[in-house]
């Protein structure tokens, strides 16, 4: 097909596709400039969606509020000495980056809290599974990857990107002692790490085009389960007569042991444990999470003109079954809907009404 667009209309575009850019740009920096929430604030927001994990969302919320109000703050400094030149404010805008370091198990709301914080702030938001990535030379993913999500992300504007939030799950995956093949070598994928986390200006290699990002202002977030951790702590503080909550006593030289690397662990320096959930707070979830999943089948059944309704007692049947099975909250989606299944599938169009799921239905659904 011969190309009808004119070099003047190919101009326009061009020009509408940059005033767009641009936008995007001012919006993103107006947005971190003027964030003013409090940790108090971000916890709150949280508390929407995140049930449970009291301290930990006092530790990351202050962390988050702290990052965005400092980085907010430089900008706006850096923008009234540079004008509207953001490249060069970003460059200059210098500020302490405190990267968060978060364990506990599957399914406890540790990536889910990073997402819902990314929200609040209004930042590109990604998570990478760690387990993908290898050493450069080998094969999978190389870390530099995640620079590349990261952009997409940011709807490909290297400024935005350079403001979000990524959130590496399965750290625990790439400790040097548990690796028993070359081809994920973790010392590898730790050492490409440290270089992201650190704040250096990396290059992505997009084809035809190269282009820089810093990771200077990205916050880094990094989840594990660290299975039997808990244990190596313990044991160190009894070579040292120290008593109390293991969770007081977390140190470098614990992660150390555990096998990671030094240096990349200096590079997290604020820490938070969470606790596995308990079926009060599984209940909780399905009930008072703005993200339940729960609340997501009661809209769409609603659409049918079905009113569902779940006991008490069917929650925290569904809440036992999810502890039992340790999954955590992820595991609550794939019980509803093998609670629900056969409802979902013969009643729209058959029936209006009210539907109440009790425990009993909940144990003959799942037995």
């Known amino acids: ?20 850019r641009e936008h995007q740009i001012t919006e993103a920096v107006h947005q971190i400039i003027e964030f003013d929430k409090t940790p108090s604030d971000v916890k709150a927001y949280m508390d929407r969606f995140v049930i449970g994990q009291e301290r930990g969302k ?29 490249d060069t404010a970003l460059r200059k805008t210098k500020t302490p980056k405190a990267n968060i ?21 209004g930042v590109p938001f990604v998570v990478e599974d760690l387990t993908k990535f290898s050493e450069v030379g080998y094969v999978g993913q190389n870390t530099s990857d995640i620079l590349v999500d990261l952009l997409i992300s940011a709807g490909g504007n290297p400024h935005v990107a350079q403001m979000g939030i990524v959130y590496l ?18 010392k590898g994928v730790q050492k490409g790490l440290l270089k992201l986390v650190e704040g250096a200006e990396n290059t992505i ?23 039997n951790l808990e244990p190596l702590v313990k044991k160190r503080m009894a070579k040292h007569g120290l008593g109390g909550d293991w969770k007081d006593y977390l140190l470098t030289d614990d992660f150390v ?28 979830i399905m009930v008072r ?39 955590g909250a992820r595991g609550l989606i794939s019980i509803l809907h093998r609670v629900l299944l056969d409802d979902m599938y013969r009643l729209p169009g058959s029936f209006t009404g009210e539907l109440v799921v009790d425990d009993h239905y909940v144990r003959e659904k799942l037995r």
């Not at 820089?212 to 990205?218: G, P, Q, W």
């Open 101 to 121: 370091l978060m364990v506990g198990p599957t399914g406890c709301g540790k990536t889910y809290t990073g997402e819902v914080a990314s929200r609040l702030v």
């Open 58 to 86: 006092k530790v990351i919320s202050t962390a988050i509020a702290f990052h965005y109000r400092r980085l907010g703050s430089a900008l706006k400094q850096a923008i009234g000495e540079n004008g509207k030149d953001i």
């Open 257 to 284: 042991a555990y096998g990671m690397e030094r240096q990349l662990m200096g590079r997290f320096p604020v820490r938070v444990v969470y606790d596995p959930l308990s079926v009060h707070d599984l209940s909780d």
């Open 1 to 20: 097909m011969p190309d009808r667009i004119s070099e003047g209309s190919k101009q326009q575009i061009r020009e509408k596709l940059e005033e767009l």
């Open 289 to 327: 999470s703005e993200d339940s999943p729960l609340r997501a089948y009661i809209n769409d059944l609603k659409a049918w003109d079905i009113d569902l309704k779940f006991t008490a007692d069917a929650l925290t049947e569904v809440a036992h079954r999810a502890e039992h099975e340790g999954t």
């Open 169 to 186: 799950d399965e750290v625990d995956k790439i400790a040097t002692e548990m690796v028993v093949q070359r081809d994920v070598s973790g």
């Open 205 to 227: 290699d997009l084809g035809k085009e190269r282009l820089s990002l810093s990771t200077k202002h990205v916050l880094f977030i990094v989840g594990g389960v660290y299975e």
